[in-house]
Structure formats: structure tokens, C-alpha cells
């Protein structure tokens, strides 16, 4: 890094402003084809925001000769990445269902049974806020290791109302520990706990619904979520939270058509939701409807592959229909104990089919609109976030190629180099 100038006037103009240079960038931009691709590149930031994003020579003149300049001898840089669903935070571990599926045990099984979601919910009641986030750190640095600088967490292993609420604390407060955005969803409307087995409407009018309100009052979420599914909610279950989301003004979210078809999709657009996720028995009808929305559908191949299952999503469909695709970790104690989303992008392309600009603008432009975060960072656009990944690259196509293997040379969020 230089400083050039001669004039304190000039210093003064200058202050705070960084030209990153020689770079060769794939900004996403949607106003431009395929990665929006700038050969000879820059990045101008000041004070946190993207400035200026284009070519070398189309820098404007009005830039301070005496800005801050980091050389960044022709590697890539792309938004940083954004994981888009997450729920991170969770005490315990499901090693031992794991050890179950193999021996031939199906996922619903293993929650009939009493494990799954209802496992880790015991584990993670069991753990102080302290705990929690002690937890669940490892795992977030293993994404921001990896160009990571926005991430997703859901609560959901609680299944009261002051243990989804510590959840939420727990994923407020890594924000205050590591240079990331934190998003929060809402996710008691996971599964219905053995109290109220038998009983899920009582379960919503004693948990979900208060406990949304709770979380709305003390600003502890950002968005709302629910499990859509025959071993979850119903679609007129699930709509009765959507109507409570829309009148404390938060946008939704959904888990569906995973295991079935019941229509959680058609749900999640027709109420204007920002996802739909999982998807893998999507019908046309649920595509379309999403598509026409706007409604984006969140590809999470940890699962499908942690599962073994057999069906995967309708890709086609959702490209013929024109709906946003973005893709995530899906990282959870059971069906996706996954922390890196550099592998998610080559599995999604391995056993999805999506293509090398499908698999990263899933994890940058798209899922910054899955999260309602599009006009503040997912592209390298100025105005933006300046939260960027640099990378020891040749192509692009290397970040969804290559396998157990992070070509990351240094991290940029809020316009600071956080990781080297």
C-alpha cells in the first residue's frame, strides 16, 4: 500500500479513500452479462462504500492523486460471499444419527423416533447464551476463512420462546465478535415438541406467535421462517404466522416442498416472501408462482447429498420460468453439518447442474436478494457495501471447481482488509 500526493488539500480530499488496483474483477453486476466481467479493473472505496467499480481507465478524474493504493497483482476479486441459510447456532452434535442413516434409518424415521430436530433442541436448551455463541464461533470462522461476509442464522432449536430468544442473542452478538452481518431469521415454527405433540395449533398460539413478538419488540430479528412439511407445519399453519410476520412488518421465509409437495411454495410467493428453500419436490406450478413473486429459491445441496436423496431440484424448471436461484450451506448439526460454501458451489454444480455463473451469483447477487440485502451488498456495484473476497486465481471457474481446496488471499469488509 502507497500514499502519493503533495498538498495537505489534496490529503484532505483523499481521506479515507482506497483505489484497489491491477485487479481483474467479476462483479455480478445484473446490469452487466454473464459475471460482469472487467479485465483491467478497480475498486475505489471511501468510508466503507464501494465508490467507484470499472475499468482502470474509466476511473474518474475527481479521485484524490494522494488516495491509498493496494496493488493487487491481477487477482480476482468478487463480492464477498453471503450464506443465506444457516442456523449455526445449536449446541451438541447429531454424530450418532449420522451412524443411523447409514445403517438405513430415513430422515423422517429418525425424527419419529424422537431424533432429529427434537435432539439437538434438548442439546442446545441445555447451553447458556455464553455457550452458544462459544459454539458456534469455530463454525463461523470456518466461513469467513473462505470469503465469507454475510451469513444467515436461524433459531429453531429452542421450541420455547425464551430458548429461541437466547438463540438469537447468541447470533446477534458474533457480530460484535468478528467483522460480519449477521441476519437473523425467526424459526420456532420448526417442528412441535413433545409436549405439544398432537397439539401444533396450541403450540403456535403459545410459542411461535408471543415469542415473535418478543423477538420483534427487543429488534433481535430480521426476518421470519418456518418449517413447511408433513413432519413439521401445514400450509395453513404456516400462513398463520406469515400473518402475524406481515403485521409486525417482517419479511418471510420458507423451508419447503423438501420431502413433499404441499405446496409451501405457492404459500411463501403468494405472501411475497424473499425464499423458498430446499425445493426438491417443487412442481411447475410452485416454480412459476415463485418466479412471477419474485421469490428466490434456495438451492441447499448439503442436505440433498447428507440425506442421499434421490430427487433433486427442478433446475430447468426454474430457469424456464426466470426465478432467482441462490444456494447455500444449510449448515446444521443434522441434514447439513457443512461450514464451507465453497464446496456448496461445487456440489450444487456437481449434483444440481447449475453452471459456474448460477453457482456464484447463488452465493453473492442472488443471495443477497434471498435476504432483502440486495442494495447493499452482493455486487460490485458502487454505493455498495465494499465487501469483497480477493482470490489467488486464475478463472473463476476455479471457486466451483476445485475440492477441499480455498484459494482465498485476503478478505474485505466494510471497505477494512479483515483476513490475509
Known sequence: MSRLGNSSEEAAQGAGT?????ARLATLSPDMAGLGIVGNGVLAVRGGRIAYAGAADGLPSHFPRDASEVDCEGRWITPALIDCHTHLVYGGDRALEFEMRLAGASYEEIARAGGGIISSVKATNGLSED???????????????EGVSTVEIKSGYGLNVEAE???????????DLRPVRIVTSWLAAHAVPPEYKGRSAAYLDDVVLPGLEAASEQGLVDAVDGFCENIAFSVDEMRTVFDKAKELGLPMKLH????????GARLAASCGALSADHLEYLDEEGAKAMAEAGTVAVLLPGAFYTLR??????????RETGAHIAIATDSNPGTSPLTSLLLTMNMSATLFGLT???????TTREAARALGLL??????EAGKSA??????IERPAELVYRIGFNPLHSRVFKGQQVSA
Open 131 to 145: 455457550a452458544l455463541v462459544e459454539q458456534a464461533l469455530p463454525r463461523l470462522d470456518t466461513l469467513l476463512s
Open 18 to 22: 482506497t483505489l484497489w488496483r491491477n
Open 256 to 263: 419447503a416442498e423438501q420431502l413433499s409437495n404441499l405446496g
Open 375 to 380: 442494495a447493499e451488498t452482493g455486487t460490485l
Open 165 to 175: 430468544l437466547k438463540m438469537l442473542r447468541a447470533a446477534r452478538r458474533l457480530a
Open 387 to 392: 465487501d469483497f473476497a480477493i482470490w489467488n
Open 309 to 318: 436423496e434421490k430427487q433433486a431440484p427442478p433446475v430447468a424448471a426454474l
Open 356 to 362: 459456474v455463473e448460477e453457482c456464484l451469483a447463488g
